[in-house]
């Protein structure tokens, strides 16, 4: 890649500029914010190196993406989720990247080790409102949420609520990636977190049904809480598009996706 592409790239990387600024044949990806932070800037690098193709890279959660994608504003979305049968009728096809640990985090002055699923259901749906009933202090349970929708979001929905809805009195965060950082204004908090998101000092993730969260026990199965991790593109990828996913779904990209996530290929 030459040096002016070089530090085009680097702009493009940092601004997340789409439009004028790209060259014709350069893409745009928008979409999970997971995605955003921890694998699309490494993998379009290596893309550009490889093909001198460059890549404006923004979030915005996977709903927003996707909705961009079908309008045709960006050439692949980024989902914390699996694609849905309208969506899919829709024209839309997912390329299955690897999985996402869910993780449960509360305040570390809360002396709390481990929920079951069962308890997580009911604290998520307001069933259980207070942390002496799962074993901790007298307190009433604060619930952050991650925003509406996001990969986030869904995924507790489908892994943790199933048929139950949120409850009421959620508080919502601004982005997924500060559900964190409320939890540490608030000792009696809890939220569901990916794991590469879990940075903010003040907290802690606990264990579910006993089992920590860790790369080797969900590729084990026996961690309960797995997202998936897809791209998206409208209909079969072709030239330049077609290569990047080959690229991200293969052992590079798998190579990538394994520093914060745990790769489809083992």
Request: with cysteine; net charge negative; proline share 5%.
């Amino acid at each position: 890649m030459s040096i002016l592409r070089s530090l085009l790239f680097v702009l493009v990387l940092m601004l997340g500029v789409c439009g004028p600024s790209l060259a014709e044949g350069d893409l745009r990806y928008a979409g999970a914010t997971t995605l955003q932070r921890f694998f699309m800037p490494e993998a379009a690098r290596v893309f550009a190196d490889q093909t001198d193709l460059l890549f404006s890279i923004e979030g915005g959660n996977t709903a927003p993406g996707l909705a961009s994608l079908l309008k045709g504003e960006i050439d692949v979305a980024g989902a914390g989720r699996r694609l849905t049968q309208q969506e899919k009728s829709a024209g839309l096809v997912e390329h299955f990247l690897g999985w996402d640990m869910l993780t449960i985090v509360v305040n570390q002055a809360n002396p709390v080790e481990s929920l079951t699923l069962e308890q997580l259901q009911a604290i998520f749906s307001g069933e259980i409102d207070h942390w002496k009933d799962v074993g901790g202090p007298d307190l009433p349970i604060i619930v952050v949420t991650s925003p509406r929708g996001s990969g986030m979001r869904s995924s507790v929905q489908n892994l943790i609520l199933g048929e139950s809805a949120y409850l009421k009195r959620e508080v919502v965060a601004g982005i997924v990636a500060e559900a964190d950082k409320q939890v540490t204004l608030f000792q009696s908090a809890i939220t569901a977190l990916s794991r590469s998101m879990v940075n903010e000092q003040g907290v802690k993730i606990i264990k579910v049904d006993e089992v920590e969260a860790t790369a080797e026990n969900l590729a084990g199965g026996r961690y309960p809480l797995a997202k998936p991790l897809t791209l998206v593109t409208r209909g079969v990828p072709q030239g330049g598009l077609a290569r990047f996913i080959e690229l991200a779904t293969g052992p590079r990209g798998q190579e990538i996706l394994a520093r914060h996530f745990v790769p489809k290929i083992q």
